[in-house]
């Protein structure tokens, strides 16, 4: 122990002079951040006689930007967040995005193409009352007030009890297509904008920086996703052709064999989301659902050939409008009595 002691002194001594070799002033492993402060300037270089000198210009220069509708950062911190990306369908070319509460959707789709496609979808909403295709705007009529999905209940009933508005009110629906060269050749961009006005309705619209009814909007947006997926309705169909303001919407009709089937005058997406919302609120309970087979699964169960079986809301495209029936599998209908009270339950909530 007495010679462990002298020898540890020993080589602490030694140690001391190799940090300094190593992490001091002048050693190898030393502190270089401040070495630009030794940096000095050489006088720029002499051409030679005979010769001259070009300026130099950047290789890669970057356009400077226009007077368009683009945004300036000020700074690192004010930078956009990226767009929320809402709902998007690749194979249709569809992407309804949101950014500081203003919803947008872009379709990849040629402007000859689209704005048919638009036009009869906003013929599907109400009368067009304006349609311009080189300012790309189409304005319907004014209706009587549609109702967003989330504004129903009971909270709703009793703001509409103690609302003072002076009169009716209507509304009004506004498309608009954008162009979008920048991001492609047939990018464009549909902006849907609504108002709702107490009667008697001004003969100047007066649209608003946001719609009146952001969830109405909402429910628009994607009832033309759906719309445009399918691509858009077929002009000449032989029902969709006529007029539909003199036809029934919702009737009640049976088949050849005396079952009951319901008979909407719609299109089919339509029709659907009618459906889905009827359902709803006619407490029929929905335990699935398949758009492409356009099925709705029912809570409810039927009895064939002593078996208990799911009962499905089908909805079929008929030359008559779309058919609605109730069945137990692909090739069975429901018993008939069982039908009928279904889609009794179902008519009275669609009214």
């Not at 162009?179 to 003969?203: E, F, K, S, Y």
């Not at 100047?204 to 759906?226: F, I, K, T």
Request: with cysteine; aromatic share 8%.
């Amino acid at each position: 122990m007495q010679i462990l002691r002298p020898a540890l002194l020993f080589l602490a001594l030694i140690a001391l002079p190799g940090c300094s070799y190593l992490f001091g002033e002048e050693g190898q492993f030393r502190e270089r951040a401040m070495d630009y402060k030794k940096a000095q300037s050489h006088p720029p270089l002499a051409v030679p006689e005979g010769m001259e000198s070009r300026p130099l210009q950047q290789r890669y220069p970057i356009p400077a930007i226009g007077e368009g509708d683009f945004y300036r950062p000020q700074d690192s911190d004010s930078v956009p967040r990226p767009q929320s990306l809402r709902d998007v369908n690749e194979a249709a070319g569809l992407e309804l995005r949101e950014d500081a509460g203003r919803v947008w959707l872009v379709v990849e789709r040629p402007r000859g193409e689209l704005w048919p496609q638009l036009r009869e979808f906003a013929a599907t909403v109400a009368a067009v009352d304006q349609a311009d295709p080189g300012q790309g705007v189409i304005e319907t009529s004014w209706m009587a007030p549609r109702q967003a999905p989330d504004e129903k209940g009971f909270w709703y009933s009793v703001g509409q009890l103690f609302s003072f508005s002076q009169g009716e009110q209507r509304d009004r629906f506004r498309f608009t297509v954008e162009a979008v060269p920048q991001a492609g050749p047939d990018t464009n961009l549909v902006r849907i904008n609504h108002v709702r006005v107490a009667t008697p309705t001004p003969a100047q619209v007066d649209w608003p920086a946001q719609p009146d009814s952001p969830g109405l909007v909402a429910a628009v947006y994607d009832e033309l996703m759906l719309f445009l997926e399918d691509g858009g309705r077929k002009v000449g169909s032989s029902v969709l052709s006529q007029d539909l303001r003199v036809l029934p919407k919702y009737t009640m009709t049976r088949d050849g064999n005396g079952y009951p089937i319901l008979v909407i005058n719609q299109d089919f997406n339509r029709a659907w989301l009618a459906v889905g919302q009827a359902l709803a609120d006619a407490e029929l309970e929905v335990t699935d659902l398949d758009r492409s087979l356009g099925i709705y699964y029912l809570e409810q169960t039927a009895t064939v050939e002593d078996e208990e079986r799911q009962l499905q809301l089908r909805l079929v495209t008929s030359e008559s409008g779309i058919q609605v029936s109730v069945q137990v599998d692909d090739d069975t209908l429901a018993p008939q009595e069982q039908s009928a009270r279904v889609l009794n339950r179902l008519r009275a909530s669609l009214e």
